[in-house]
Each structure stands twice: as structure tokens, then as C-alpha cells.
């Protein structure tokens, strides 16, 4: 096989990816072998899974258990290699892509895989209080804050809260995961951890405008997601809207407001403050890179957006965008590869059509819903088995999945120990190198 | 059992342990059960495995596989309970821990059990420059450090210095694994990741005053240790010792200088700059606790340390203080409950007696040396392989026991990934909250 593949010569046309998520490895995968050289930039040398992120923040899951060096995906490729470094800006008439380390990339074609970051709608006080999930860092700094919130409550016991609180702002599939595994979390801290915390008094708070959780969904998947999150104790607080975040709660635009330990910002995603940002052209309302049918920036000669970053058109009617989701996302990069090749090749490029194979959401232990398009809702242990099935699947590298298969096991039949380690960001700082205190 | 088991009442002594290391468990699970109430108090809320540190260190296994949550260990307690802070200060008179939250914790038996941390001889630069290698931060410190000096050498390639240079400071059993391990890492970052790095020009470099590795060692298992080590690619440079670290190397006392992309302290540990060192009455030369045969510490009314933090009696000579290692934190931690039992019950304390069970040391994959009292020198396959059970058997938890055998297994067989992920301490610092880039 790897006697066959062509050898990669300069002169073969030099193909730069910015990001390694899930749209910039799959176009990646589909420029591998082929007479292109292709680099993918990225400032963190791993990959990202970024739809079990919310277990990591609840202290299911441990960061390497989603995380996957990049080097190490195509690490038997002749003719794509990895460059660690964070694209400052790209000088587009030098078709250059410039590092913050003062080097630069040059490109025949560029590929914008830069992904999304969480969208604060102006909401004031979010930036500075709630703590988005959208990276493995913000993942890690979640988890941290929710224990030690925890263990800070259990050690400094309030007569009038004898309870704790989380708020989590946003009912969609990333809101009700993190507000399930939230619960779950808080059983297991007092039930076998025996923090000194009221469960009775302890509330997780879902809060979103729309009057229905897992509003993308049919109404069905809602009513049964509502049900199951009510019934393990989490409380709805639908058809309000957040108007500011203190750093002890929430104000709400019915005028009430709520104390809280924590607010967890899972209200959506933009390309505000993204490389996508600076491409030349009218943003879309997210901020998101416009594209043409093909996948390529209109006006920018060999310039493609791929993935949450860009407004992928679903291909079905003109003015339709594709949600940004991770089946997008990966489509859409295996459909930029084919373009890049057909375009070097001197063929036309084709349209990018989305086929939408479903969504799915859990709500915890042995319950979620799968909706498949125009076909039935799942749910419970059958919606929750296909949900993992589905996440096990997409696991980029063995290893990885062993790992996480594991854990889960270990965790559905028992869930003793879990990785519930606070590993501050900063726990160096005030004590340099001393073991026990 | 558990209905068997005495109440709680608060009549009971309180036993306060500051520290949950070895030692300090040790204590606590001796006093599971007997009629004390015991607080163990940490500022991190997890054990963490001291041994394998250097394996976090070099990116074969993962912060979680060697630390455990120290609730979940006592989870099943009644009278062992856990304290998440940091303590500040002892109030001796007043028989009070003073914490940095500003609480405090009354005690009738205080455990200093608080280990030690790195010592650098005031050696000019080291603390500024060198990386030491005690504590799971240090690790985590330490792996970003060699994995972005690798990726570093990758981006930037420099034609005089086609390789990369790591210099270990210290040829005792950290000093040594550590050498092992990062030439394995060196090998599978240029060999699977395919890092442009010329490993013929690359070096690991021990440096030590002593004449020979593994000085605790009998002479057969130092001159295998050096044999293996120098076949394996480490330069051994014995016999001097550093004179100055320097951002980018070291300064010898032969006069000479070393280059290098890092340099790793594994020199040894004191108390200094722990609370040991704030005991009243003299310390020893490492700044230990000095204590009487029994563990108590002289002057101070039911006062006991234990483990690392203490200069712990043989008991054999008077004199004979023990290593700081493993075994001997255990086995005062042990000795050290019955004593405050005896010493509840009115009943004679007896002197601490250390049973030397051998020491180990593994130089990587299929090579370690075993030393055993007065026995045979184990090595190669079958030293690792008693090295390898014994350290699985000292794990605290079945859950990580089986994660970290699968990963060394894996590892065995192939090492396809191994978590060589870059996370920064500080990686939200200048980019808040977005994925690819």
C-alpha cells in the first residue's frame, strides 16, 4: 500500500487547514495520498471530541479520554503533516497564513476550519460570570469550579442554604446533557463522597427563552426529555430569558432572580472571535464565513470554509443554513477535499447537499432520544445505547475508545470513583512544589 | 460490619492529619473504625502516586491514572472525613489548625504527615530554570514543557542543532526512570508523530557528584542500570555536579557546559518551604521533623509526624534516620495510628521499627533492577515484571489499578498514542473560549 502512494514532491500544490476539529481532519482524510501536500495548523496539538465535552466538565470523563494528538492520526500519511501554532491573521493577497511565533505558511488553497466559540448575545455580566463549554479547557475549569464550589459549601455550611444551586442557561441537546450529568454528579459527591450538602435543598436549573427543551427536536422527544429531567430533579424555567449574570446567579427577564453556585453557559455558539471573523466580506448574523454551493469563499481564489466556522448552505433551498452541528461539520470537510482535489485536477466543483441522519441527546444513566429524520424517536435504554454506540464510533483512534468504553462500563454498573480531581489551573501558583500541604 | 462499627460521638478525640499522602492514609486507615474522629486535611482533594509521577512526567499515563479522589477512599468511613484547604499555620497553644480560608480545626492528635519538596542546594538558576518532579502539577508542568520543546524544534529547525538535548539532574531511581522514559517518549514523538527531529543527534544526559547510578543500590544493579541506560542512548555524566542552571542549559563544575531544550531536578527533596520546617525546636539537615522513637515529636503533647515530613528513626542505631521513600511513609504511617491509639487508650507507646522490603527502580520498557535485603539483585524482564506488580498492587482503587494496566499494557505491546497532549496550565489565557483556532 504504501509503496503505491505517490511521493510528495514541491511541486504538488500546498494545501494549509486551519483547525483540527471535526471539518479539518475529515478534509484532511480526504486530501491523504493524493498529490497535494497538505498542513494542518492548529494551536492545541490534539483533537477535540467535542460532543462528550460536557462529561468532562461534570467529572465523567477525564480530558484524554476526548482528546487525541493530531500528529498521531496521520502519523503513517507521506503527505500531510501537523504544525503546532496559533494563525495570527492571513495576508491574503501574499496567500499567506501568518503564526504567532513569526513564521508563516504559504498556500495554494486555505481551508477555514476554525470552529465556533460560545456567543454571549450581549448578555451583561456572561462574559465575565457564566462558564461556557466549548473547549477542553473550558471543560477543565467547569469541573474545577463545580467541585470546588462543592467542597467550599461542605466545608463552610450556610443554616439558610443547606442546599446547592447550578444554573445552566440554554435547553438544548448541550444544556440538558450537562444539566443531567450535573445531577448525577451531585448524587454521587454526597451519596458516596458524603459531602455535607442537602440534595432536597440542591437544585440544577435549566433557563431558556424557547417554551421547550431540546426545541430541535420533535415535540414528542421534548415532552419525554422534560419528563425524565424533571423526575431526576432538575427544575425548567422555559419561556424566560436571562438578562444578566451576577457572580452568585442569575436575573431573569421576568424580574426574579436566582442565587446560584454557578451558571453554565451552554446558550450557543458564533464565530465571533474567530479567524472567520476576519475573512474580507459581509459575515453572516453568526458571524459565520459565507460560502458559495461548492464550499468555497466567493471572491478568494482557492480559499474554502468548512464546519461550524462557515455558513454551510444545506443545499436544499438557496437560503437555508445547516445548524452547527458535528455531522455538518464532517460532511462538510469530506466534501472540501473532493472540491480541492477536483479544482487541482482542472474538473468543476460540485454543490455541497447535507443529509440529515438524525440528532441525539442524552439525559443521563440509561435515558436519552435519538430523532431520526422523518423515522421514530428513541429513547430511554434503546435511545441510550444508540447514543453510545454512535459517540464510541465516531472516537478517533482505538485507544481512546477502550478508554472510554471502560470508563463508561465502570461507571453504569457503579461509578466508584470517577475522576472527580480538582487540578486547578493555577494550583502552582501559591505553593510551588510541595506534595501533601 | 458497618452496624458492628462504633457511633461517632463527639467526645471522641479528634484527630487532625495534615497531608493525604501514603503517610498520612496510612494513619487514617489505621484509625478507621476506633473511637476517634479523624480529619484528614489536604489542599488538593486526591492522593496522588508519587512512583509513577515520571511516567505523567513523559506522557505515558494521565494525571488521573495515579491520583485518587481521597473522599472516595474513606467514602465508606463513619469516623474518617475529609477537608478540602490549605493549611496556613498551627496554633500550638491553642491546639488549633489554622486554615487559609480562615477556619480553623481543634485537635487532641495532630499528624504532620505533609511530605517534602524539591531541594535545590542553592544551586544558582535551578529554581528559576530547572523543572523539579514531585508533584502531579510538576508533571503536568513538566510534560507540556518537553512536548512543546519538541514541537518547537519541529516549526524551527536549526541546521547546527539538528537534535534536541535534555539534561536530568540527579542518578538516584527519579533521576533515572526519568532518563528511561523520556528517551522512549524522544523515540515514538520522531518515529509515530514523524517530528523533525534528528535522533542521532538528540541526547538525554544524567548528571550526578556520585560516581555511579542508583547509588542506594548494591554495585551489580548500578553497573546494569548504566549499562542499559548508556545502550538505550543516555550519556551518563558522573562525578561532576551542576554548578548553575541557565534558561537554555547547565553550567558543570568541571567547567563545562551543557545546551539543552530542558533540564529536569530530580536532585532530591527537604522539608523546605513545608509546615514541617515551622515545628518549633530544632530541624535536622534536610529540615525534617525530628521525632522520638515512637513518632511523636518531642516538647509537643500528642504532636506525631510521619512519611517524608519527618527524619524518621531506623530504630535499629540511634542515629539512623530513613530514606525518604515509599515503604518508610507507609510503614510510620501504620505505626503511627497504633501509637495515638495506645496513647487514647492510656496504654505505652512502642518505638517504630522500619522492614527493609528492598527497593526498585525500572530504567523503561522490560528493564528494571530490584534490590531485596540481603537477597538477590532481580533485573531485566523479570525486575520489571515484579517492579510492574508491585506498584499496580500498591495503587490505591481498582478503578485506576485497571485503567493504568490496560494503559501499560497497550503501551507494551505498541504505544500507538499515549496522551501527548500539550494542555497549558495557562491555554485560555489569550484565547478565550474557541476551538480550532
Redesign the interface.
Known amino acids: 500500500m504504501v509503496d503505491q502512494m505517490p511521493e510528495v514532491v514541491s511541486a504538488h500544490p500546498q494545501v494549509v487547514i ?4 471535526f471539518a ?1 481532519l475529515q478534509v484532511a482524510e480526504g486530501l491523504d495520498g493524493a498529490h497535494v501536500r497538505v498542513t494542518i ?6 483533537h ?1 471530541f ?1 460532543p462528550l465535552l460536557y462529561q468532562v466538565a461534570t467529572a465523567g470523563l ?3 479520554d476526548i ?3 493530531i ?2 492520526i496521520f ?1 503513517k500519511s507521506r503527505n500531510v ?1 501537523f ?5 495570527l491573521v492571513i495576508d491574503w493577497p501574499a496567500r499567506q497564513v501568518l503564526l504567532k ?1 513569526g ?1 508563516h505558511l504559504d498556500f495554494d488553497h486555505l481551508v477555514l ?6 456567543e454571549f448575545f450581549g448578555v451583561k455580566g456572561a462574559r465575565e460570570h457564566a462558564l ?1 463549554l ?5 471543560a ?2 467547569l469541573r474545577n469550579h463545580l ?2 464550589a462543592l ?2 459549601r ?3 455550611p450556610v443554616a439558610e442554604r443547606p442546599g446547592v444551586t447550578f444554573v445552566v442557561v440554554g435547553a438544548g441537546p448541550t444544556g440538558v446533557e450537562t444539566a443531567g450529568a450535573l445531577i448525577e454528579l451531585l448524587e454521587v459527591c454526597v451519596r ?4 455535607q450538602i442537602d440534595l432536597a435543598a440542591s437544585e440544577v436549573v435549566i433557563v431558556d427563552p424557547v417554551d421547550r427543551v431540546l426545541a430541535p427536536f420533535p415535540r414528542t422527544a421534548s415532552r419525554y426529555a422534560a419528563r425524565i429531567l424533571t423526575r431526576r430533579g432538575v427544575t425548567l424555567r422555559l419561556g424566560v430569558s436571562v438578562v444578566e449574570v451576577l457572580d452568585d446567579g442569575v436575573v431573569l427577564s421576568d424580574g426574579s432572580e436566582i442565587e446560584a453556585d454557578g451558571v453554565i453557559w451552554a446558550a450557543g455558539v458564533s464565530g465571533t ?3 472567520a471573523e476576519s475573512v474580507p466580506g459581509p459575515p453572516t448574523p453568526q458571524r459565520r464565513v459565507p460560502v458559495d454551493a461548492d464550499l468555497s469563499v466567493p471572491g478568494l481564489e482557492g480559499v474554502w470554509a468548512v464546519g ?2 462557515a455558513a454551510v448552505p444545506t443545499g436544499t433551498r438557496d437560503s437555508d443554513v445547516c445548524p452547527q452541528l458535528a455531522p455538518v461539520a464532517i460532511q462538510s470537510g469530506r466534501h472540501c477535499a473532493a472540491q480541492i482535489l477536483a479544482s487541482v485536477e482542472g474538473r468543476p466543483t460540485a454543490p455541497f447537499r447535507y443529509r440529515d441522519k438524525g440528532i441525539m441527546a442524552t439525559i443521563g444513566r440509561r435515558a436519552a432520544v435519538a430523532a431520526l429524520p422523518r423515522g421514530p424517536v428513541l429513547r430511554g435504554t434503546l435511545g441510550w445505547l444508540s447514543w453510545l454506540g454512535l459517540h464510541l464510533a465516531y472516537l478517533i ?4 475508545r ?2 472510554v468504553l ?1 470508563n463508561w462500563t ?1 461507571r453504569y454498573f457503579d461509578w ?2 470517577g ?5 486547578a ?4 501558583a501559591d ?7
Do not use: K
Open positions: 486551519v483547525g483540527g476539529g479539518g495548523v492548529d494551536q492545541h496539538n490534539f477535540t467535542l477525564e480530558p484524554a482528546a487525541y494528538p500528529r498521531t502519523g503533516t504544525r503546532h501554532g496559533r494563525v511565533d513564521s476550519a476554525t470552529g465556533a466559540s460560545a461556557p466549548y473547549t477542553l479547557a473550558d477543565r475549569h467541585l470546588l467542597e467550599r461542605d466545608a463552610h458516596r463522597d458524603r459531602l472571535g474567530t479567524l461550524d466556522a483512534g482505538f485507544r481512546n477502550l478508554r471502560l465502570w466508584p470513583s475522576p472527580r480531581l480538582i487540578v489551573d493555577a494550583e502552582t505553593e510551588p512544589h510541595s506534595t501533601g500541604q
